[in-house]
């Protein structure tokens, strides 16, 4: 079965520095991978995603995630935080066991960015 | 609006009770999901359909779980018998289309916060 573990539950930073939410996956075969962002009050949004090709994927807001297939890793980026990315984010999975219908979460970063 | 709504978007019963939780997804999207979200956790995969069929119901936690999909557009989870574990945010999604690799973006709606008391 495939799963998914965020490093980070809670991550507190300063306006303009750098971001890095760590995510790594368990399965083994061809995946698709994607970042979600839930903003206070609002609900789940895709933030980025991978499929193929480069394995750096450039997303809305500034975001970036680098897919390393070797480490099964799919780790978020954002050079510069502002207070408004104050949210939290979901890194998630999907894969043939369950047609790729079947997407897992990992249970989320929350990100608190102080002015 | 045209996003994937959901309702009610709180529910309050008491242990014992049956519920039922509506979801409505971006028209024209085939595909429908349903997701549970715990407090601290993130969503985890409940049913989908593709159409009217449920494709795959293997997160359904249990036989007092049940979704329906009558017409391929609205969706109905129902609860019987509701328990104190079962206080959850649950969660509606819909995609475009529900076969291939999955590449399509899937929307989420807002939410319904079911309370068991």
């Known amino acids: 079965a495939q799963s998914v573990s965020q490093h980070n539950h809670h991550v507190i930073l300063s306006e303009a520095a750098s971001l890095e939410l760590g995510c790594n996956y368990s399965?083994?075969?061809?995946?698709?991978l994607f970042w979600y962002v839930q903003y206070p009050g609002q609900h789940l949004q895709l933030l980025l995603k991978y499929f193929s090709g480069d394995p750096l994927v450039k997303g809305i807001k500034g975001f970036e995630a680098e897919f390393i297939k070797s480490k099964f890793s799919f780790n978020l980026r954002k050079p510069s935080v502002q207070w408004s990315d104050t949210a939290e984010y979901f890194c998630a999975v999907n894969g043939p066991s369950g047609g790729y219908q079947k997407v897992t979460f990992g249970t989320g970063t929350k990100l608190q960015v102080i002015p | 609006g045209a996003g994937v709504s959901q309702t009610p978007s709180n529910k309050v019963t008491e242990k014992g009770k049956y519920v039922e939780l509506r979801c409505d997804p971006i028209?024209?999207?085939?595909?429908l999901y349903w997701y549970r979200q715990s407090l601290g956790q993130g969503p985890e995969f409940l049913i989908y359909?593709?159409?009217?069929?449920?494709?795959?119901d293997s997160g359904l936690p249990n036989d007092r779980f049940f979704a329906v999909r009558p017409e391929g557009s609205v969706s109905t989870l129902k609860i019987q018998r509701t328990e104190r574990g079962d206080s959850a945010v649950y969660l509606c999604?819909?995609?475009?289309?529900?076969?291939?690799?999955?590449?399509?973006?899937?929307?989420f709606g807002p939410g319904t916060r079911l309370t068991v008391l």
């Open positions: 399965y083994g075969g061809t995946v698709n």
């Open positions: 999604a819909s995609r475009r289309k529900g076969t291939g690799l999955a590449t399509d973006t899937q929307y």
């Open positions: 359909f593709q159409g009217t069929g449920a494709a795959d």
């Open positions: 028209s024209g999207h085939t595909a």
